[in-house]
């Protein structure tokens, strides 16, 4: 299935986890790929999606600077031409006991998972604006943007403010033919779950290594964590035609930990 043939596809936080799962299901559907990432890394992804046959190119890029941004999406027509479908993933997390957490954890924090996410859909909106053929922006969101988990009150806040920022975005710019939807990830498996098992246990007193996630997995009525190529499934779909008259939506993607 080539759904995404000839479509170009900026992906934030593209280089690992569920970025690279959502990369990795674009290019098996024919996208022309965008990687951003604060890491070099970023362009390793790319070559090996490269190898595999896809069109992709990587760009290292900070999304809280708006100078950035608006170079990355240059690249993105630069490269391909056009700005299709737009994917705010990069995120940051740390976990800190309220009076331990610092302003700095709280700015970065922001700046990253919501002023990041404005700075990419903004900049996006203005070449699909541009453009007159519409558009699709996808935010990441998380299980938090409903239900603010103990010690990362700023990581809570951060995830709200995308669900309202998406509601927001939705209404201004659906006469343009863009939608604009956000996903809420539960337990996945990636690097940054590994962090936060060892923290949060470390934290709650209760677990070691390892201990916590399985704690948290006996909640899931799938009775799993999930994995990257279950959100990557979810963002392909709203990505696609298929979805067209969706938008404003935020969509928990996590084995029914949280049913709202």
Known sequence: MNRFSGKTIVVTGGNQGIGLAIAERFAAEGANLVLASVEEQVEDAASTLRDRGANACGVVCDVTDAAAVRVLYDRAEHEFGRVDVSVQNAGIITIAKVEALTEKQWDDTMNVNTKG????????????????????????????????????PHYAASKFGVMGLTQSLAKEVAPDGITVNAICPGIIKTDMWDYNDRVWGRLLGEYGPGELMEAWVRNIPMKRAGEGKDVAGLVAFL??????????????????LIMS
């Open 117 to 152: 996410v404005f700075l990419c859909c903004q900049e996006a909106i203005r070449r699909m604006r541009k453009s007159g053929d519409g558009g699709k922006l996808i935010n990441t969101a998380s299980g938090q943007a409903r239900d603010g988990f103990i010690y990362t």
């Open 239 to 256: 990505a696609s035609e298929d979805a067209d008259y969706i938008t404003g939506q935020t969509i928990n993607v996590d084995g029914g």
